[in-house]
């Protein structure tokens, strides 16, 4: 079956660095994306890995190992306004989204 | 329009009534998604329609639901015979194609809520 794992839940303070990690097992293989989602809002696109390697979007980084199965969400410099669910999604073989659960980030100050 | 308009925001029905959502998707977008999302949960994929290729309906829970997408655009998501588990907010996204490697775009989503 195909699958996605990442955390449940994670607890950082402001203006520190966290990494949220991704796992995966699908049927094929056509890029990772990562949303960030605030409670009762819909997701929003964050990146988009498809080659292995770190993309670098400011503050955020995203970084993809497809030997591994493995990818992370990397947050510096966190902001309270960054308390939010980071949702991991696969696209498989035929190009359908196989979404993780989500993990909820608490920022504290 | 500049993002995904979804319609009701919210709407309360009563067991066993039928209800109807409705995506109006961007404007050139060929793809368009559907799923629901129950309170803390991840997204549950529901149907894909790509263009005028025929809909992806694999994740569709029963068949009491059903979607279509009229002239490629607006789609209507149909829950006949509502039951309460099938309150959740339902989700619709469009891309500007299959592979939607610019990522998709979500509209606000329609919390349902069947009592």
């Known amino acids: 079956g195909q699958n996605i794992d990442q955390p449940t839940e994670m607890t950082a303070t402001e203006g520190a660095i966290v990494q949220i990690n991704c796992t995966y097992q699908?049927?094929?293989?056509?890029?990772l994306f990562w949303y960030q989602q605030h409670a009762g809002e819909a997701p929003t696109f964050l990146s988009y890995n498809v080659l292995d390697g770190l993309e670098e979007k400011g503050r955020f980084s995203s970084f993809l190992s497809r030997s591994k199965g493995y990818s992370y969400l990397l947050l510096k410099e966190l902001q309270m306004k960054d308390s939010a669910s980071y949702l991991c999604a696969v696209m498989d073989s035929n190009y359908q989204l196989i979404w993780g659960a989500g993990t909820k980030l608490i920022i504290k100050p | 329009g500049a993002g995904v308009s979804q319609s009701p925001s919210n709407k309360v029905t009563e067991k066993g009534k039928d209800v109807e959502l409705r995506c109006d998707p961007i404007?050139?977008?060929?793809?368009l998604y559907w799923y629901r999302q129950s309170l803390g949960q991840g997204l549950e994929f529901l149907i894909y329609f790509q263009g005028n290729s025929a809909p992806d309906k694999s994740g569709l829970p029963s068949d009491r639901f059903s979607a279509e997408r009229t002239g490629g655009s607006v789609s209507t998501l149909t829950i006949q015979r509502t039951q309460q588990e099938d309150s959740a907010v339902y989700l619709c996204a469009s891309s500007l194609g299959g592979q939607g490697a610019a990522g998709y775009t979500f509209g606000s989503g329609t919390r349902l809520t069947v009592v």
């Open positions: 404007s050139g977008h060929t793809a």
């Open positions: 699908t049927s094929g293989f056509n890029g």
